[in-house]
């Protein structure tokens, strides 16, 4: 196995190209197969979730209530209904031919309605509908509502994000870079409000800004924006603390650079690496914050709704209608699977201390 | 040997459990308070019926009510005089249960401090009770009175026919004054409390359970049969729907898991029976928008109660406009029916054409699936047939009557069980300041009907009360009626005796028993 050396390389005669940090962590994250696929994932998910209201084949508030409870299929709605009916029919029939009188009148009725049904199989065009992901009790699409559901989900999951970025570099930088009493001060209350329980709060808020016509989802943003930046606050401290003796910050000092300038344009860059991780793993934690709050039922509320609340929903019923149940359940999971194989790829990626670099 | 003794261990718990009269009852929530003169909800009702029993019991088929604690009672030729004669009934601390009791009772619940949402039913047929309770009268001006200890005597405002059966509900109950007066609002906890009913109140975990053990002072308790009865707090239909089918609940009390119904209905334990009970949507009428009787119409018109009641609810449930259900002598009055076009139109006259400048409004309600899918089910139909977005809230049962209770909303879901079989008792609820007016209803017109039926009789009183749904549905649609209730349970009545369906709904656990 020798190659052939056409021309000679030493460290005299190469060109070096700098290369950013940007572009090494991208090289080295394309490389890693899971992390790209997850980035795909994840891509069309915030494809779909930004571009919903594009398509106004996804309605998930309109209730065709004939439609109700239909599985997932890619049948027109009309058969399934007539499909079901009759399933139901036989049922009943078996029941009132057991002797349960009380039943006869729902038979009656059910035999109204195959009847309606059948006559109204090519005229109305609601019946050419297909759900592949089935209806719920009230006739919604399931698909509409999981993706509807999805966006609210994720925007939950970057507001606090997005607020744990923000708030959470300025304070702990601040703490770090100028530590003494300001330090004390910032990390003390960042203790206290570690120790308040976060659910609790979110309920009091919810509790005591009731609005007349709000959506509690407002107050749900505020409520985990609250206490988002806690954690990142922490860790961006600890960054600058231990990098704000070192020469080059010394250099800049001793040039002359100010507070400022030496916290955004010497420190933070250094710290980029840790603030990405962090946010791309506590992204998928805040999504399941929501959605636990929303299982409780204090979440988003109708007509909107989250994976959790879908979820919250689907339990409810998963022994009849299992769909209403999985679809929210299933896509949510693929969601939080490829986020956290995506926040360990730009761990990978990003982290100069991390084993597992290539 | 010892095999032997286990074997025969185990076979005596195995005998012991099967001829146990031990019962399971999912409540559906946790009740708000144990205190009679409080009771304002089904799920504390609930307790009334087990814990206390007033001078007559409702009938376990029928609802009417039976000799409890007055043995007998005649009432004078002018219909305006009832006296109640006591029978030899013991308080569970042993004290005997006298007239005094009662007026002791009575007055509670009227002490304008009590502030009983329950007051002005016996304001409304007791003389001078209203006054007292208004804090205009003296509490010796009220028309009842212990004439000796076993005699109780009351005087009425008209000849209610209702009135004997009224004093079965809980506003009635007798009061044990040595326990209130010691233990203040600490009264009703497990330790402190003293009842006269068939069961003693043993254990109570918050929003866990409540557990009462049969009550060896009761009068009649040679009859009693369950020895004691657990009533879980739980709301969560689909779990406790799961319970009684795992055998770990016998009976479903307040309500059934809606999204279960096509599997419920096939089942033998599911009983249901019309109920004199009405779902409706409470307007808060004090305030805009709702202060507009157009815009009260045009919501009432917007709603399809039919598809609502035979494609969503599909329990039987009856679609109506009217408040009051149907009854021998009684033709309801109908309010604003569906109408999609009328309800543009009224809105459009209201001054929100399309919907434009409609406020956004809250729409409250307890936590529960069967009433998610209403609000859901109502929010989409306003929606579609008046572009008008509502935002839907739930809460804890505790803290939508409270809401309701201080008129602090804008729509709030309501339900209301008759107390007894009389239009009356669902018309009460409207007149001006009472306590569970929560739509703060005000119509001189109509609480001068509700006054002159109380001293009317027969026909011309139905006349009256018709007159007066009329002005409260037809005139002022002050809330939105959406069905009338059908009893839904689940009870093995193979198994469970002593369990009829009634049209009130109330079921006294004394007469249950295990066949």
């Known amino acids: 196995m020798s190659r052939k050396i056409e021309k000679a390389v030493n460290e005299f005669n190469q060109q070096m190209k700098p290369v950013s940090l940007w572009a090494d962590a991208w090289k080295r994250l394309r490389r890693n197969k899971m992390a790209l696929i997850s980035l795909w994932v994840v891509g069309f998910y915030a494809l779909v979730a930004v571009t919903a209201p594009l398509f106004s084949f996804l309605d998930y508030r309109t209730q065709v209530i004939e439609h109700a409870n239909l599985p997932p299929s890619l049948r027109p709605a009309g058969e399934l209904v007539i499909e079901k009916l009759e399933a139901r029919h036989a049922l009943i029939k078996e029941r009132v031919d057991e002797g349960m009188d009380s039943l006869k009148p729902e038979m009656e009725r059910i035999e109204a309605d195959i009847q309606k049904a059948k006559d109204e199989l090519d005229t109305n065009p609601v019946n050419k509908k297909v759900y592949i992901f089935g209806t719920d009790s009230l006739g919604r699409d399931m698909l509409s509502k999981t993706i509807y559901g999805a966006r609210i989900s994720m925007m939950v999951g970057l507001v606090g994000t997005l607020t744990a970025v923000f708030v959470g570099i300025l304070i702990g930088a601040i703490s770090g870079y100028i530590g003494g009493w300001l330090d004390n001060l910032l990390m003390r209350f960042v203790d206290i409000m570690y120790g308040l329980p976060y659910m609790l709060i979110v309920i009091i808020l919810m509790a005591m800004f009731r609005k007349e016509g709000q959506s509690s989802i407002v107050i749900l943003f505020v409520g985990i924006a609250l206490v988002s930046w806690l954690t990142i606050a922490r860790v961006v401290r600890g960054q600058i603390i231990s990098l704000k003796n070192s020469e080059f910050v010394e250099a800049a000092r001793s040039m002359g650079a100010s507070t400022g300038r030496i916290i955004f344009r010497h420190l933070l860059p250094n710290t980029i690496g840790v603030i990405i991780v962090f946010t791309s793993l506590s992204l998928p934690s805040f999504i399941m914050n929501e959605s636990f709050l929303s299982f409780l039922g204090i979440g988003v509320s109708a007509p909107l709704s989250s994976w959790g609340s879908l979820v919250s929903e689907g339990a409810n019923t998963m022994e009849l209608y299992p769909w209403q149940l999985l679809a929210p359940a299933i896509e949510m999971t693929v969601f939080l699977f490829f986020m956290n194989f995506l926040g360990d790829g730009l761990r990978d990626a990003l982290d100069p201390q991390s084993k597992n670099r290539t | ?515």
Do not use: C
């Open chain 2, 1 to 515: 040997m010892r095999k032997s003794l286990f074997v025969l261990v185990a076979f005596l718990a195995i005998a012991g459990s099967a001829f146990s009269q031990d019962f399971v009852v999912s409540n559906g929530g946790e009740p708000s308070t144990l205190d009679p003169a409080l009771m304002q909800d089904t799920v504390s009702n609930t307790f009334y019926l087990a814990l206390f029993e007033g001078l007559v019991q409702y009938d376990p088929r029928t609802s009417k009510g039976i000799p409890a604690m007055a043995q007998s009672w005649e009432t004078s030729a002018d219909g305006l005089t009832v006296t109640f004669h006591l029978r030899d009934a013991k308080w569970s601390d042993g004290t005997p249960v006298t007239a005094q009791d009662f007026v002791y009772g009575w007055l509670r619940t009227l002490k304008p401090e009590t502030a009983s949402a329950y007051a002005y039913m016996i304001g409304m047929v007791v003389k001078g009770a209203d006054a007292y309770n208004a804090g205009k009268g003296k509490a010796e001006d009220v028309g009842i009175k212990a004439v000796d200890s076993k005699t109780f005597q009351v005087q009425l405002l008209g000849p209610a026919p209702y009135f004997v059966d009224m004093t079965a509900h809980s506003a009635f109950a007798p009061a044990p004054k040595w326990a209130i007066e010691k233990y203040g609002d600490q009264w009703t906890k497990p330790s402190n409390i003293v009842v006269n009913g068939a069961y003693i109140l043993k254990e109570w975990k918050a929003q866990d359970y409540i557990l009462v053990t049969k009550n060896d002072k009761y009068w009649d308790a040679k009859n009693v049969k369950l020895r004691t009865i657990k009533y879980l707090a739980s709301d969560n239909l689909s779990t406790n729907y799961k319970m009684f089918k795992a055998g770990a609940v016998d009976w479903m009390a307040n309500g059934i898991d809606l999204n279960m119904i096509d599997e419920i209905l096939l089942r033998k334990d599911y009983q249901s029976s019309a109920q004199f009970a009405t779902y409706y949507l409470n307007l808060n009428n004090q305030r805009a928008p709702f202060n507009d009787v157009r815009v009260r119409r045009a919501f009432a018109a917007a709603i399809d109660k039919k598809t609502l009641v035979e494609k969503v609810l599909k329990g039987g449930q009856i679609p109506t406009d009217e408040f009051s259900p149907p009854m021998a002598g009684y033709t309801p009055q109908l309010g604003q029916g569906y109408d999609p076009a009328t309800a543009k139109k009224l809105l459009a006259e209201a001054g929100y054409p399309d919907g434009k400048g409609f406020p956004t409004l809250t729409y409250v309600y307890n936590t529960s699936t069967g009433h998610k899918v209403i609000a859901e089910y109502v929010q989409q139909q306003l929606k579609t047939n008046l572009n008008v977005d509502i935002v839907l809230q739930n809460m804890e049962f505790k803290t939508l009557i409270e809401l309701r209770n201080k008129h602090d909303f804008t729509i709030a879901r309501d339900g209301w069980v008759g107390d007894y079989l009389d239009p009356n008792t669902m018309l009460e609820l409207f007149i001006t300041d009472s306590g569970n007016n929560s739509g703060d209803h005000r119509n001189p017109a109509f609480d001068k009907l509700m006054e002159d039926a109380r001293m009317a009789k027969g026909d011309a009183r139905m006349k009256m009360l018709e007159q007066a749904e009329k002005i409260l549905l037809k005139d002022d649609q002050a809330i939105i009626p959406l069905y009338h209730y059908v009893n839904q349970d689940m009870i093995d009545t193979s198994k469970w005796g002593g369990w009829f369906a009634n049209p009130i709904g109330y079921h006294p656990p004394k007469f249950i028993y295990k066949k």
